[in-house]
């Protein structure tokens, strides 16, 4: 399988499965509950080929892979001989015991609930804006059966979202999925819908916000009949009660009847109990919370828009956008439309702007080539391997993309401007179109803020530059594309392969050589740039003046020392010639810690190059030749 080997890495880099709770994706990510975030090897998932980056955000640990995500978790999921239907482990017995912030569990929250269905949702809402766009040009009749049919295709997830959010919302609340879609289809049940209208038994709560006109009774009790069609929060509370109810009655009724008769008396219970009162809460809950967005974004819709659009990237980097996810759902289904999804839809299109301009101004080959994939995913609105991959780690590109974004939502947000439907990327161009108004004013403001903004991107990153990790010249001068690698440190030379760490020993981030240290030195190895100085300074990513890629790990597992031990000499962006001090490290406090001191000096772009040859020299001194990269 092509993604068998990844995944292998992937699960070991992570702990293991008896270090996983659960585990999910999204459009790029793996998201990972784990029993203890330090028993996961974060700075060798980030070398690994074929991950992007790794994030630590909403109490989860993300392993960024970009477009082949869906892949990739298949792999792992079998790899791992994990059901993608049920948690990896209910034991969390081993957890850190670390306090989840309540954002963090907020984050999961929604992550867990909506991940599942975001791809649909896009799907349908594509139909739907396309379907718009065609009745506005007046290329296909609202009348006919062809849009009937297709506006059925382009509306079912919407219209029967409490259904496919009563099974995610279950599933993340540990009942079973399919108890949350019959609760789910009991709110937006046909026949219930069609008694809220006539005249009304009597009035509840008459002349004030909350009036509610009664037409049918429970037990005696009044039901207020709404339109759950579409609705979010409703389910998503009904779904967390029907698993604490379920759970109940799995502890008290016996296993020989359990199959059939805890459904019964869950659903004969949260049924009732949901449109009595917490339908009605929840809807009313809704209605508060549109309207307060729409009040903070109508008293000033230009600092709103370059507040989102500025920030929007931000948020993404941190997975903090699912925050935002259900109010733009909230505004979809109550008010029909949502200007914070016009605000962000430019985002994608100034981060590809800076790709281009990053891909027209490097010299380097690997960021070219990185920058393809990631400008065409950007088109579709999937900005993670454009964030991870280019702009962010080099810093100045991902500002601009920012400053280009909030130049864009201030002018969309100026012009009240919305979305119709969930879309991003090119995708989103239809769903601005009004379906009661068609192509209007608002509709070519967003579009002309979206070109402003990825022209503004690629100019910004193109004209102001960046630090370009590559030195082309030095490159043309190297003899027979032969480039030398001096060794940092002092000390006995080991083969990777008798190293204690498979990722290292399999070459899985790449060829090089290990050295036992006989004094607690590192040494530049190049003429180069310092690219990472990791946290806890026991790992530094250096590059030469050809493009050479070097990663120092001083010792294994030595991350869980935080730092302790260690000194730096040298920040992210120094200068560095062979020889310059760069770490020191107190040798003998590291072993009395009981840590292995062995350390890999890895070219992590290997597969850039011909070979990478190690010398055969049992010891070496400081800046003595050590690896020699053939071209």
């Given at each position: 399988m092509k993604h068998e080997q990844l995944a292998k890495d992937i699960l070991s880099g992570v702990g293991g499965k008896q270090n996983i709770n659960s585990v999910v994706h999204c459009a790029t990510r793996l998201r990972f509950k784990l029993k203890n975030d330090n028993n996961a090897k974060t700075d060798e998932l980030k070398n690994l080929p074929g991950v992007i980056t790794v994030m630590q955000s909403g109490g989860q640990y993300q392993v960024v892979v970009g477009n082949e995500v869906s892949d990739v978790y298949k792999a792992l999921l079998q790899v791992g001989n994990m059901n993608a239907d049920e948690p990896v482990s209910s034991d969390d017995s081993e957890s850190s015991g670390k306090k989840e912030s309540l954002l963090g569990q907020f984050i999961d929250l929604i992550s867990g609930v909506f991940t599942p269905i975001l791809?649909?949702?896009?799907?349908?809402?594509?139909?739907?804006?396309?379907?718009?766009?065609?009745?506005?040009?007046?290329?296909?009749?609202?009348?006919?059966?062809?849009?009937?049919?297709?506006?059925?295709?382009?509306?079912?997830?919407?219209?029967?979202?409490?259904?496919?959010?009563?099974?995610?919302?279950?599933?993340?609340?540990?009942?079973?999925?399919?108890?949350?879609?019959?609760?789910?289809?009991?709110?937006?049940?046909?026949?219930?819908?069609?008694?809220?209208?006539g005249e009304p038994l009597y009035t509840l709560f008459a002349g004030t916000l909350f009036e509610s006109p009664i037409h049918i009774t429970f037990l005696g009790i009044p039901v207020i009949l709404m339109s759950y069609s579409s609705s979010v929060i409703p389910i998503i509370i009904a779904a967390?009660?029907?698993?604490?109810?379920?759970?109940?009655?799995?502890?008290?009724?016996?296993?020989?009847?359990?199959?059939?008769?805890t459904p019964f008396f869950t659903i004969l219970i949260v049924v009732p109990v949901t449109f009595l009162l917490i339908g009605p809460i929840a809807t009313w809950a809704s209605q508060l919370i549109g309207a307060g967005v729409s009040g903070i974004y109508d008293l000033s819709p230009l600092v709103t828009g370059i507040v989102v659009g500025g920030l929007w990237q931000v948020l993404v980097i941190f997975g903090l956008h699912w925050g935002i996810v259900p109010i733009m759902l909230l505004n979809l289904s109550t008010l029909k439309a949502d200007p914070i999804l016009a605000m962000m839809f430019a985002a994608s299109f100034a981060q590809i702007g800076a790709v281009l301009g990053v891909m027209l101004k490097t010299k380097n080959t690997k960021l070219k080539s990185l920058g393809v994939p990631a400008f065409v995913s950007g088109i579709f609105g999937v900005t993670e391997p454009a964030i991870y991959g280019l702009t962010l780690p080099l810093k100045k590109p991902f500002i601009m993309s920012c400053i280009a974004s909030a130049t864009a939502g201030g002018i969309i947000g100026f012009a009240g401007s919305k979305m119709f439907v969930f879309a991003s990327g090119i995708f989103g161009v239809p769903a601005l179109i009004s379906p009661t108004e068609g192509i209007n004013y608002e509709f070519w403001m967003a579009?002309?803020?979206?070109?402003?903004?990825?022209?503004?991107?690629?100019?910004?990153?193109?004209?102001?530059?960046?630090?370009?990790?590559?030195?082309?010249?030095?490159?043309?001068q190297a003899p027979d594309n032969r480039y030398e690698i001096a060794s940092p440190m002092t000390g006995e030379v080991v083969?990777?392969?008798?190293?204690?760490?498979?990722?290292?020993?399999?070459?899985?981030?790449?060829?090089?050589?290990?050295?036992?240290?006989?004094?607690?030195?590192?040494?530049?190895?190049?003429?180069?740039?310092?690219?990472?100085?990791?946290?806890?300074?026991?790992?530094?990513?250096?590059?030469?003046?050809?493009?050479?890629?070097i990663l120092i790990h001083i010792g294994q597992d030595t991350v869980q020392l935080k730092g302790q031990h260690f000194t730096t000499h040298v920040k992210d962006g120094d200068r560095v010639s062979v020889g310059d001090l760069i770490v020191e490290f107190d040798l003998q406090a590291i072993i009395e810690a009981g840590y292995e001191t062995v350390t890999p000096i890895i070219v992590t772009n290997t597969a850039d190059y011909l070979d990478v040859v190690a010398t055969t020299n049992r010891e070496v001194q400081e800046k003595d030749k050590l690896v020699t990269v053939i071209g």
């Amino acid at each position: 399988m092509k993604h068998e080997q990844l995944a292998k890495d992937i699960l070991s880099g992570v702990g293991g499965k008896q270090n996983i709770n659960s585990v999910v994706h999204c459009a790029t990510r793996l998201r990972f509950k784990l029993k203890n975030d330090n028993n996961a090897k974060t700075d060798e998932l980030k070398n690994l080929p074929g991950v992007i980056t790794v994030m630590q955000s909403g109490g989860q640990y993300q392993v960024v892979v970009g477009n082949e995500v869906s892949d990739v978790y298949k792999a792992l999921l079998q790899v791992g001989n994990m059901n993608a239907d049920e948690p990896v482990s209910s034991d969390d017995s081993e957890s850190s015991g670390k306090k989840e912030s309540l954002l963090g569990q907020f984050i999961d929250l929604i992550s867990g609930v909506f991940t599942p269905i975001l791809g649909l949702l896009a799907a349908t809402g594509m139909i739907k804006g396309f379907l718009s766009m065609f009745t506005s040009l007046e290329w296909l009749d609202p009348a006919s059966g062809t849009y009937q049919l297709l506006n059925a295709a382009g509306d079912c997830l919407f219209y029967f979202f409490p259904i496919f959010l009563g099974y995610t919302a279950m599933k993340k609340f540990g009942g079973s999925p399919f108890l949350g879609m019959a609760i789910g289809a009991s709110l937006v049940y046909p026949t219930l819908s069609g008694l809220s209208g006539g005249e009304p038994l009597y009035t509840l709560f008459a002349g004030t916000l909350f009036e509610s006109p009664i037409h049918i009774t429970f037990l005696g009790i009044p039901v207020i009949l709404m339109s759950y069609s579409s609705s979010v929060i409703p389910i998503i509370i009904a779904a967390y009660f029907g698993a604490k109810v379920e759970a109940f009655f799995k502890k008290i009724i016996p296993s020989v009847v359990r199959t059939f008769l805890t459904p019964f008396f869950t659903i004969l219970i949260v049924v009732p109990v949901t449109f009595l009162l917490i339908g009605p809460i929840a809807t009313w809950a809704s209605q508060l919370i549109g309207a307060g967005v729409s009040g903070i974004y109508d008293l000033s819709p230009l600092v709103t828009g370059i507040v989102v659009g500025g920030l929007w990237q931000v948020l993404v980097i941190f997975g903090l956008h699912w925050g935002i996810v259900p109010i733009m759902l909230l505004n979809l289904s109550t008010l029909k439309a949502d200007p914070i999804l016009a605000m962000m839809f430019a985002a994608s299109f100034a981060q590809i702007g800076a790709v281009l301009g990053v891909m027209l101004k490097t010299k380097n080959t690997k960021l070219k080539s990185l920058g393809v994939p990631a400008f065409v995913s950007g088109i579709f609105g999937v900005t993670e391997p454009a964030i991870y991959g280019l702009t962010l780690p080099l810093k100045k590109p991902f500002i601009m993309s920012c400053i280009a974004s909030a130049t864009a939502g201030g002018i969309i947000g100026f012009a009240g401007s919305k979305m119709f439907v969930f879309a991003s990327g090119i995708f989103g161009v239809p769903a601005l179109i009004s379906p009661t108004e068609g192509i209007n004013y608002e509709f070519w403001m967003a579009m002309i803020a979206t070109i402003i903004a990825f022209v503004l991107g690629f100019v910004l990153v193109y004209f102001v530059g960046f630090k370009d990790p590559a030195n082309p010249e030095a490159a043309k001068q190297a003899p027979d594309n032969r480039y030398e690698i001096a060794s940092p440190m002092t000390g006995e030379v080991v083969p990777l392969q008798e190293i204690n760490d498979a990722t290292f020993a399999g070459e899985h981030m790449g060829k090089g050589i290990a050295i036992r240290p006989t004094s607690g030195r590192v040494v530049s190895p190049i003429n180069g740039v310092v690219q990472t100085i990791y946290r806890t300074k026991h790992a530094i990513g250096l590059v030469d003046d050809q493009g050479v890629e070097i990663l120092i790990h001083i010792g294994q597992d030595t991350v869980q020392l935080k730092g302790q031990h260690f000194t730096t000499h040298v920040k992210d962006g120094d200068r560095v010639s062979v020889g310059d001090l760069i770490v020191e490290f107190d040798l003998q406090a590291i072993i009395e810690a009981g840590y292995e001191t062995v350390t890999p000096i890895i070219v992590t772009n290997t597969a850039d190059y011909l070979d990478v040859v190690a010398t055969t020299n049992r010891e070496v001194q400081e800046k003595d030749k050590l690896v020699t990269v053939i071209g």
